[in-house]
């Protein structure tokens, strides 16, 4: 023969999507929530987002040499693990404080699993657990923006987020709607702002990176239960919507690839699973905000629901 036939294993179908692609999309999606941390509480929060990336690029590419793996830093999965862990912090948190995350989220959470796709819980809000149980008093210090003006001190006014707020009964103290949904309010960098989140949720649902279905499910989930366990109060339900972590939630690690299922009805699942735990954390538990507990819980039970939630076969006979 002439030619030669070249097999191949699957799959065949190639497509446009790489994961730098991908997460480039991501890091595009992220920065309007970036420019807004920066806008309420300074120039620090920059500074601690590109520490956050360097670290988190860094210690993936000392793993990889040191174990004499591929260098996958080219992926830019470790910069979006890096700018999300920023943004799961509060606005003045201490460099240390990122150095040890970037360690468990790249080190711990991914790396000792085998690298992108193979670890079983999202990285940056493994860190984010792990710093909350370590470092609690640097993790809840929350400053509090100088309606809007830009803060270049790392020594800032501290003071209660909304959700600790709405968790004491203090009703009368909480700030507008208006500035709860623009980010003018106390809480970690990248979750004050819903406005900056829906524009970076909405251009990756545009760009085909995510689908609809988590994010509107669990959100939809934490209004519907929120409304129902708490006395049909519509407007306190749909204030919760822009506090805590419940938009970069929902849109940016709720959706991440490898920790979510495969099939879209097991995305519903575990988007409507991942919204009742929260709803359950905020109002019963003894913590003001459940969403990255909410998150990683469901994580551990995507192998359960891959399991039984299966796409019909070809030819399946019903």
């Given at each position: 023969m002439?030619?030669?036939l070249?097999?191949?294993s699957?799959?065949h179908?190639?497509?446009?999507?790489?994961?730098r692609?991908?997460?480039l999309d991501?890091?595009?999606?992220?920065?309007p929530?970036?420019?807004?941390?920066?806008y309420?509480?300074?120039?620090?929060?920059?500074?601690?987002?590109?520490?956050?990336?360097?670290?988190?690029v860094g210690?993936?590419w000392?793993?990889?040499?040191?174990f004499k793996?591929?260098?996958?830093?080219?992926?830019?999965?470790?910069v979006?693990?890096?700018?999300?862990?920023?943004?799961?912090?509060p606005?003045?948190?201490?460099?240390?404080i990122?150095?040890?995350?970037?360690?468990?989220?790249?080190i711990l959470?991914?790396q000792?699993?085998g690298g992108?796709?193979?670890?079983?819980?999202?990285?940056?809000l493994?860190?984010?657990?792990?710093?909350l149980?370590?470092y609690?008093?640097d993790?809840?210090?929350?400053?509090?923006?100088?309606?809007?003006?830009?803060l270049?001190?790392?020594?800032?006014v501290?003071?209660?987020?909304p959700?600790?707020?709405?968790?004491?009964?203090a009703?009368?103290q909480?700030?507008s709607?208006?500035d709860?949904?623009?980010?003018n309010?106390?809480?970690?960098?990248?979750?004050v702002?819903a406005l900056?989140?829906?524009?970076?949720?909405?251009?990756l649902?545009i760009?085909?990176?995510i689908?609809?279905?988590?994010p509107?499910c669990?959100?939809?989930?934490?209004?519907?239960?929120?409304?129902?366990l708490?006395?049909?109060?519509?407007?306190?339900s749909?204030y919760?919507?822009f506090l805590?972590?419940?938009m970069l939630?929902?849109f940016?690690?709720?959706?991440?690839?490898?920790t979510?299922?495969?099939?879209?009805?097991?995305?519903?699942?575990?988007a409507?699973?991942?919204?009742?735990i929260t709803?359950?954390?905020?109002l019963?538990?003894?913590?003001?905000?459940?969403?990255?507990?909410?998150?990683l819980?469901?994580?551990?039970?995507?192998p359960?629901i891959?399991?039984?939630v299966k796409?019909?076969?070809?030819?399946?006979?019903?």
């Amino acid at each position: 023969m002439e030619k030669m036939l070249m097999v191949s294993s699957s799959p065949h179908v190639k497509a446009e999507h790489t994961t730098r692609k991908i997460m480039l999309d991501v890091v595009i999606a992220l920065m309007p929530a970036l420019i807004a941390g920066i806008y309420f509480f300074g120039v620090y929060v920059l500074f601690l987002t590109v520490v956050s990336v360097g670290c988190c690029v860094g210690f993936e590419w000392i793993w990889e040499k040191v174990f004499k793996r591929t260098i996958t830093i080219g992926d830019l999965s470790a910069v979006v693990t890096g700018v999300l862990l920023a943004y799961n912090v509060p606005a003045r948190a201490p460099v240390y404080i990122i150095v040890i995350g970037a360690f468990v989220s790249i080190i711990l959470a991914k790396q000792v699993f085998g690298g992108i796709g193979q670890n079983f819980i999202n990285p940056a809000l493994a860190a984010r657990a792990f710093l909350l149980a370590g470092y609690s008093t640097d993790m809840r210090s929350f400053p509090v923006p100088e309606q809007g003006r830009l803060l270049s001190s790392v020594d800032a006014v501290t003071g209660a987020t909304p959700l600790e707020l709405m968790k004491n009964g203090a009703l009368d103290q909480l700030p507008s709607l208006t500035d709860a949904f623009l980010g003018n309010i106390g809480g970690c960098i990248g979750e004050v702002s819903a406005l900056a989140l829906l524009i970076g949720g909405i251009y990756l649902i545009i760009r085909k990176v995510i689908t609809w279905h988590i994010p509107v499910c669990y959100i939809g989930s934490i209004f519907v239960l929120t409304t129902l366990l708490n006395g049909f109060d519509f407007y306190q339900s749909f204030y919760s919507l822009f506090l805590g972590g419940v938009m970069l939630g929902g849109f940016f690690m709720a959706t991440d690839y490898t920790t979510t299922p495969m099939t879209i009805k097991g995305q519903i699942i575990f988007a409507l699973g991942a919204g009742m735990i929260t709803t359950l954390i905020r109002l019963f538990g003894g913590y003001p905000e459940g969403v990255s507990y909410s998150i990683l819980i469901m994580n551990l039970v995507v192998p359960l629901i891959d399991k039984y939630v299966k796409v019909r076969r070809f030819g399946e006979v019903v």
